[in-house]
Structure formats: C-alpha cells, structure tokens
C-alpha cells in the first residue's frame, strides 16, 4: 500500500513539474510571441492612418482615447538604443491588456510634445518586453514619439531607480508635483530588476526638437557612442 501511495505521489509531481516548465514557457517566451504579433499589428494599423491623414495628432492630459486608431493607440515610440528599426505603438492607458499590446501613456499626464511629462510605462519580462533594456539607455540618447502629425525628439537626461509607491516621477515636474510645468519632458519606466516587480527603472528625457514626419532624418535616431 505504501509503495503504491509513493508511486501516486510520484507520478503527481512529476505532472506538476511539467505543468510548472509550460507555465514557464508560456509567461516567458510565448506571451512574448503574442504581444509582438498584436504590437506589429497596430503598428502597421498606425502607419497606415498616418499616411492617410486620419489619426489623431496626440493624446490629450485627460486620457480619451483617440478616435479611429486600434486600441486607443495614437502614437509610434523610436528608441534606437534598443535596435535598428525598434518601434512600438503608445497607446493610451496602463493596464495589463494595454502593456499585452505595446508601451502605455499613463492617464492624465501630457502628450508628445506637450508642455509638462509625457510619462510611458512598458514590460521589461514578458508580454513582448517593450522596455526589456531600459537601462542600456545612456544620457543624450534620442527618443522619437511619431504622431500623425510631428516627430518629436527627445534626449535622455538621466535615470533613478525608485520604489513603486514613488509616483512623483510621472508627475507634470518630475519629483516635484506640486509645480507647474515649464518644460516637455517624457518619462518612461518599467519594472527593476529584471524578472522581478521591487522596483522600478525609470527614464528621464527632455524635448529637444519638434519635426515634420517628412523632414526626419533617419541620422536624428541614432543612439550615441557608448
């Protein structure tokens, strides 16, 4: 009876085993799959409105989603630091099936370009890991925002590590939330360390440029030395 009862057990845990190596797989590497599929999806859905004319220019500090565009998205994200041709679509929002989708603005924060903090946040594991390198980025990086309309050329000023609770960094002035704005900034965050929620990484950048999408010179994109 009791070789039988070892036997049953064993057999349990070595289902559960292989139940917790395709949770595994599954978190790690096929949400990835998913979200890059739906994020390549919207981009192209936004290129398309873009040479149309029919997007929104931007998102507004009172979080509506722009009319027309696939999920609320309404602009195209360039970090060149990350990779050659590395872009995802900023939809408006910060919950989980916005981040499963590409990098979300947070509510009531500024739009591209905007006077105050355009303040992003993405994945760093899992769901397409938008900002899995967020600390590869090096002070005068540039950063684009596409909307329908303009390009806007962002260059990092530096980073913090912070905990979560510390939401002054997405504020109009970062860490400093009861002042009024004087200046476009753009925030963005993620989670530190990797594979891992204690913290966050955050990125500071300020508004360097404003450009025709047709006057964009592919040598504004790229990442400096270092």
Do not use: K
Request: charged fraction near 20%; include cysteine.
């Amino acid at each position: 009876m009791a070789r039988r009862l070892l036997g049953v057990a064993g057999e349990l845990l070595v289902t559960l085993g292989a139940l917790l190596l395709l949770f595994v797989v599954w978190q790690l590497w096929w949400t990835d799959v998913v979200a890059n599929r739906q994020a390549a999806q919207v981009v192209e859905r936004l290129r398309e409105d873009f040479a149309d004319d029919t997007g929104s220019t931007a998102a507004g500090g009172d979080g509506v989603a722009p009319v027309g565009l696939p999920s609320g998205a309404f602009a195209l994200l360039h970090v060149p630091r990350f990779g050659d041709g590395w872009v995802r679509p900023v939809l408006d929002g910060t919950d989980r099936e916005v981040l499963a989708s590409g990098v979300g603005h947070y509510d009531g924060t500024a739009g591209p370009g905007e006077v105050g903090n355009f303040a992003v946040a993405g994945h760093r594991t899992t769901w397409g890991r938008p900002f899995h390198d967020i600390d590869r980025l090096r002070a005068g990086d540039r950063v684009l925002v596409e909307t329908a309309d303009h390009v806007y050329v962002y260059a990092v000023t530096g980073h913090e590590v912070v905990p979560p609770t510390e939401v002054d960094v997405v504020a109009a002035v970062p860490g400093d939330p009861g002042a009024a704005p004087e200046r476009a900034v753009l925030t963005m965050t993620s989670c530190h360390p990797r594979y891992s929620a204690a913290e966050r990484y955050v990125v500071h950048a300020e508004l360097l440029d404003t450009l025709d999408p047709a006057d964009l010179d592919p040598a504004l994109s790229a990442a400096t030395e270092g």
